[in-house]
Nanobody, 129 residues
């Protein structure tokens, strides 16, 4: 299975983007999916998490209420809808999968990249002020 993140771009503050995480060679339905980002000079941080069968989601506090993660099983794609973008959201965004599907997304808990075993290439998101 390979993952590919796409949909990044340049947007003004307050604007929206929808990122897509598409899988090839396998299905994402049984996987927990995480979205991460890394800004220049900063550590990678977990942004959002979606459990298999969409039972649970979690979000980084700073994006809660602005970002929404969802899954389209027919397209084998997980989306990250980002609204109300801020310059501090500028980063390379990555999607990752826990192929076991056992990882639970617990709101309030840090989304840890070490829990994910498959990573896609990132997509650049730039928000201008």
């Amino acid at each position: 299975v390979q993952l590919q993140a796409s949909g990044g771009g340049l947007v003004q503050a307050g604007g929206s983007l929808r990122l897509s995480c598409t899988a090839s060679g396998g299905t994402l339905d049984s996987s927990t999916i995480g979205w991460f980002r890394q800004a220049p000079g900063k550590e990678r941080e977990g942004v959002s998490c979606l459990t298999r069968n969409d039972h649970s989601t979690s979000y980084l506090d700073s994006v809660k209420g602005r970002f929404t993660v969802s899954r389209d099983s027919a397209k084998n794609t997980v989306y990250l809808q980002m609204n109300g973008l801020k310059p501090e959201d500028t980063a390379i965004y990555y999607c990752a999968a826990d192929l076991s599907g056992f990882l639970y997304c617990d709101q309030g808990a840090q989304i840890n990249g070490m829990d994910f075993n498959l990573w896609g290439q990132g997509t650049q998101v730039t928000v201008s002020s």
